[in-house]
């Protein structure tokens, strides 16, 4: 797959492991730097929605890493 520029690319995480980890992984590319990128389904007063977490490509994935709790529901637009 080639990779562009400002683009990325998530799968199901199935090797999740514990209710921490992300639903989703991938990696994307910013001004040619290469990001980890993971998402979680989350549930808000308005209902469904996705957390993100963005991490240098050269440290370890995220995978057990939780979404932090500060999100505030009523700042997400949808």
């Known amino acids: 797959m080639e990779k562009r520029d ?6 199901a995480n199935d090797k ?13 590319m910013v001004d ?3 990001y980890w990128l993971s998402a ?3 549930e808000g007063k308005n209902g ?3 957390g993100l977490a ?4 050269d440290a370890q994935p995220p995978a ?6 500060n999100l505030d529901d009523d700042l997400i637009p949808f």
């Open 6 to 11: 400002n683009s990325g690319v998530l799968f």
């Open 48 to 50: 469904k929605f996705l």
């Open 40 to 42: 979680w389904v989350k």
């Open 16 to 28: 999740k492991d514990n209710e921490k980890a992300p639903n989703y992984k991938g990696n994307m």
């Open 64 to 69: 057990s890493k939780p979404m932090p709790k």
């Open 32 to 34: 040619g730097q290469e």
């Open 54 to 57: 963005v991490s240098p490509r």
